[in-house]
């Protein structure tokens, strides 16, 4: 029987989560969901002066605002932990003890200098650099004489000679390494902190792990990890290393996704205005290719629908239009209710709404949000838009020159939408429909030179949203202001 599916994404918090490991820490969670299996959260704090509790409280906040809340790990807990590397040190340590006392690994006190001039040599005579090997044979004794004098030395694992190592790996199929181009790598450095190569083996080992899905980047550390995982007598888990992110470069040429294409780290998206659901769904197909015409997957889908049979090797392109076409998706189908979650802050920050909202005014950003959802691509557009629609207007000649052709029905439009807006202070902003069909009705005009005499003296323009919906937008006492003066101007015309 298959044994129960233990899936887990292990940050370096070192830095805010970034695209790249939402999409490993995704495809974790979705694996593991689709197998009914365990979702662990732990993390890689070895590296003292990069790690940081900032990093490790934005990196689980993302994950959280992304919808993937982890069944153990950090904060939750569970039968495994510690889930933090440097609360685990015990653990590394008699693993390490055992290595060395079954002669796997060994302490090593070359010093930088000799490592280096070691190194050039190897270069020099055209060989490819790596550790001679030279503290291997050194015994237990001196070992412990030097350890005794202050000496700090470094542990170094045993790499057996001449094998060849295969990672069988679940989206690349089998790689090959031969294990003498490796050279005996350090597993605990000389402050008594093991090393990423050492620590995740027995983190993934204690753990259960029975899937390891990572980016490719460390797919030349994993032949490390399984003579270490074979040194241990551990059983290997499942690995799966998925694709590069690329990013297009101005000339269009793709290049490892990084700062200069935009933003990398999760909360800058949800800044932007991003749905959570959105980017799900956008990283969800950056490597997998589910096939068939559908592209939006809700996060439930996706836990469904996800294979790591139909992961491409191949290297994935951040598009930034397909993630705005898709948010703007989510967009469009969200309820009210989160809409006004999403938008308000934005129109709160332009200074379109009160920092406390007054009911009218939340009235009123709600239905704006509700008459622009459908032109916007992310939340962070919405200010822009409705300044655009509020900001200065224009009238241009030529349709001036037109209106004045039938200046009389123009005025009587205009006239009357005036009076009844100075009559309406407080109008909802779910009446202008029948506003308009209470002129029509009163001055017998309708269709075009209603609608056209009215667009062009609230907004400049001849083209743009419904009426009823542009009026939501400009608001009542602004509509006001520019048919007074629209009128004054089309009056003194001639
Ligand atoms: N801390 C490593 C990283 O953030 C984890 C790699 C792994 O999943 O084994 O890249």
């Given at each position: 029987?298959?044994?129960?599916?233990?899936?887990?994404?292990?940050?370096?918090?070192?830095?805010?989560?970034?695209?790249?490991?939402?999409?490993?820490?995704?495809?974790?969670?979705?694996?593991?969901?689709?197998?009914?299996?365990?979702?662990?959260?732990?993390?890689?704090?070895?590296?003292?002066?990069?790690?940081?509790?900032?990093?490790?409280?934005?990196?689980?906040?993302?994950?959280?605002?992304?919808?993937?809340?982890?069944?153990?790990?950090?904060?939750?807990?569970?039968?495994y932990g510690p889930y933090r590397q440097m609360e685990r040190l015990d653990i590394y340590n008699e693993a390490v003890q055992k290595l060395i006392d079954e002669g796997k690994a060994y302490y090593c006190f070359c010093s930088e200098e000799e490592l280096a001039k070691e190194k050039e040599e190897q270069q020099a005579r055209g060989?490819?650099?790596?550790?001679?090997?030279?503290?291997?044979?050194?015994?237990?004794?001196?070992?412990?004489?030097?350890?005794?004098?202050?000496?700090?030395?470094?542990?170094?694992?045993?790499v057996p000679e001449g094998e060849t190592v295969v990672v069988d790996d679940l989206v690349r199929g089998e790689v090959h390494f031969e294990t003498d181009g490796i050279g005996d790598f350090i597993i605990v450095k000389s402050d008594g902190i093991p090393v990423y190569n050492f620590a995740v083996v027995m983190d993934d080992h204690?753990?259960?792990?029975?899937?390891?899905?990572?980016?490719?980047?460390?797919?030349?550390?994993?032949?490390?990890?399984?003579?270490?995982?074979?040194?241990?007598?551990?059983?290997?888990?499942?690995?799966?290393?998925?694709?590069?992110?690329?990013?297009?470069?101005?000339?269009?040429?793709?290049?490892?996704?990084?700062?200069?294409?935009?933003?990398?780290?999760?909360?800058?998206?949800?800044?932007?205005?991003?749905?959570?659901?959105?980017?799900?769904?956008?990283?969800?197909?950056?490597?997998?290719?589910?096939?068939?015409?559908?592209?939006?997957?809700?996060?439930?889908?996706?836990?469904?629908?996800?294979?790591?049979?139909?992961?491409?090797?191949?290297?994935?392109?951040?598009?930034?239009?397909?993630?705005?076409?898709?948010?703007?998706?989510?967009?469009?189908?969200?309820?009210?209710?989160?809409?006004?979650?999403?938008?308000?802050?934005?129109?709160?920050?332009?200074?379109?709404?009160?920092?406390?909202?007054?009911?009218?005014?939340?009235?009123?950003?709600?239905?704006?949000?509700?008459?622009?959802?459908?032109?916007?691509?992310?939340?962070?557009?919405?200010?822009?838009?409705?300044?655009?629609?509020?900001?200065?207007?224009?009238?241009?000649?030529?349709?001036?020159?037109?209106?004045?052709?039938?200046?009389?029905?123009?005025?009587?439009?205009?006239?009357?939408?005036?009076?009844?807006?100075?009559?309406?202070?407080?109008?909802?902003?779910?009446?202008?429909?029948?506003?308009?069909?209470?002129?029509?009705?009163?001055?017998?005009?309708?269709?075009?030179?209603?609608?056209?005499?009215?667009r062009v003296a609230k907004t400049g323009e001849e083209q743009g949203p419904d009426l009823d919906k542009l009026s939501v937008i400009i608001g009542r006492d602004l509509m006001l202001e520019r048919l007074k003066k629209f009128i004054k101007m089309f009056q003194r015309m001639d």
């Amino acid at each position: 029987m298959e044994k129960n599916f233990r899936l887990r994404f292990a940050p370096s918090p070192t830095g805010p989560l970034h695209i790249g490991g939402a999409r490993s820490a995704l495809f974790n969670y979705l694996l593991a969901k689709k197998n009914g299996g365990t979702f662990i959260v732990r993390m890689e704090d070895t590296d003292l002066e990069r790690s940081s509790k900032e990093s490790e409280e934005n990196i689980k906040a993302s994950l959280r605002w992304l919808g993937m809340d982890w069944d153990e790990g950090i904060d939750v807990g569970g039968d495994y932990g510690p889930y933090r590397q440097m609360e685990r040190l015990d653990i590394y340590n008699e693993a390490v003890q055992k290595l060395i006392d079954e002669g796997k690994a060994y302490y090593c006190f070359c010093s930088e200098e000799e490592l280096a001039k070691e190194k050039e040599e190897q270069q020099a005579r055209g060989e490819l650099p790596k550790y001679s090997g030279k503290c291997r044979h050194l015994s237990k004794e001196e070992c412990e004489r030097r350890i005794a004098a202050g000496e700090k030395p470094v542990v170094r694992f045993h790499v057996p000679e001449g094998e060849t190592v295969v990672v069988d790996d679940l989206v690349r199929g089998e790689v090959h390494f031969e294990t003498d181009g490796i050279g005996d790598f350090i597993i605990v450095k000389s402050d008594g902190i093991p090393v990423y190569n050492f620590a995740v083996v027995m983190d993934d080992h204690t753990m259960g792990i029975t899937h390891v899905i990572r980016g490719e980047e460390h797919l030349s550390n994993t032949p490390r990890q399984i003579v270490l995982y074979d040194a241990l007598g551990y059983e290997q888990p499942r690995f799966a290393h998925i694709s590069l992110i690329l990013g297009r470069d101005n000339e269009g040429k793709l290049t490892k996704m990084s700062k200069r294409h935009g933003s990398t780290s999760v909360v800058a998206y949800k800044e932007q205005g991003y749905l959570p659901e959105a980017i799900d769904n956008f990283l969800a197909l950056l490597g997998w290719a589910p096939g068939g015409e559908k592209e939006l997957f809700t996060l439930e889908e996706l836990k469904q629908n996800f294979s790591l049979e139909h992961v491409s090797k191949s290297p994935a392109v951040f598009d930034i239009e397909k993630l705005k076409w898709i948010n703007g998706m989510y967009i469009r189908n969200a309820s009210g209710e989160r809409l006004l979650e999403y938008g308000l802050p934005y129109l709160k920050k332009a200074g379109f709404v009160s920092e406390e909202p007054s009911t009218e005014e939340m009235i009123w950003a709600m239905s704006v949000i509700d008459v622009l959802k459908t032109h916007i691509s992310s939340f962070a557009e919405l200010p822009e838009l409705i300044r655009h629609y509020r900001g200065e207007i224009f009238y241009r000649d030529e349709v001036l020159a037109e209106m004045k052709e039938h200046k009389e029905e123009v005025l009587t439009v205009l006239k009357a939408m005036k009076e009844k807006l100075e009559r309406n202070p407080k109008i909802a902003v779910d009446s202008y429909k029948k506003l308009l069909k209470e002129i029509s009705k009163e001055t017998g005009i309708k269709g075009r030179p209603l609608y056209h005499s009215l667009r062009v003296a609230k907004t400049g323009e001849e083209q743009g949203p419904d009426l009823d919906k542009l009026s939501v937008i400009i608001g009542r006492d602004l509509m006001l202001e520019r048919l007074k003066k629209f009128i004054k101007m089309f009056q003194r015309m001639d």
